[in-house]
């Protein structure tokens, strides 16, 4: 299957700062990542969908301005927490599609735990 | 959003025994996947099972989809204390390509 990187794996900021995480699709070009978000003892919320090369589609109650997606190239999109509070420590989690011919398969990345002070 | 409920939310069994989880979803689906995720690890795909599909089997897991109930259950057979984890289920309805919807997990804990 396809390999999936997340950077940095683990980032501690204070309150107010900004965050980059970023994804990389390591041995196929992706042209949909998706970002998902994971509370502590809770199951993955889909974020948004990062399309290489278009502006990302965000889901219902997930602000755009301050989740900043940018899928600039096939293998990479990066997620941009502006303005971090102490509600957005969580879990993020990337995954790439490899629509095949019959299924749609999903390569997930490792994670990024966020925790803000 | 998420699909719906996974059943139980916890459960804890001793090695040897088998681990039954379920999981509900509410839409039409193409497939549904289920996953394991080790505390505050990334997911582990475990199998697919397709919307046409009715039973799949991958070495000691066991997958059942009932498209009219809207369920899925995932057997683990002789668990192991390695097969402690949260798991889920995920669907998709659209195209290829569109995101996962993940169920609210099941976290098995298995003692040696």
């Known amino acids: 299957g396809a390999v999936v990187s997340q950077h940095p794996s683990r980032v501690i900021c204070k309150s107010g700062t900004s965050v980059k995480i970023e994804c990389r699709s390591l041995d196929f070009q992706a042209t949909t990542m998706f970002w998902y978000r994971q509370f502590p003892k809770q199951s993955l919320m889909l974020m948004a969908t990062?399309?290489?090369?278009?502006?990302?589609?965000?889901e219902q109650g997930v602000e755009k301005d301050k989740f900043l997606i940018n899928h600039a190239s096939l293998t990479l999109s990066t997620l941009t927490v502006t303005s971090a509070h102490p509600e957005d420590s969580s879990f993020y989690i990337c995954?790439?599609?490899?629509?095949?011919?019959?299924?749609?398969?999903?390569?997930f990345g490792p994670g990024t735990r966020l925790t803000v002070l | 959003s998420q699909q719906g409920e996974e059943d139980p939310q916890a459960l804890s069994i001793q090695e040897g025994e088998n681990a039954t989880m379920n999981c509900s979803y509410k839409?039409?689906?193409?497939?549904l996947q289920w996953y394991r995720q080790n505390s505050g690890r990334g997911l582990v795909h475990l199998i697919l099972?397709?919307?046409?599909?009715r039973e799949k089997h991958s070495g000691r897991l066991r997958v059942t989809l009932d498209t009219s109930k809207k369920s899925s259950s995932l057997l683990i057979t002789a668990s192991r204390a390695a097969d402690t984890a949260s798991y889920f289920c995920?669907?998709?309805?659209?195209?290829?390509?569109?995101?996962?919807?993940f169920g609210k997990g099941t976290t098995l804990s298995v003692s040696s």
């Open positions: 099972i397709r919307s046409n599909e």
């Open positions: 990062s399309n290489e090369g278009s502006k990302a589609t965000y």
């Open positions: 839409t039409s689906i193409n497939n």
């Open positions: 995920a669907t998709d309805a659209g195209q290829a390509g569109t995101a996962l919807i």
């Open positions: 995954s790439v599609s490899f629509p095949s011919v019959s299924y749609n398969e999903q390569f």
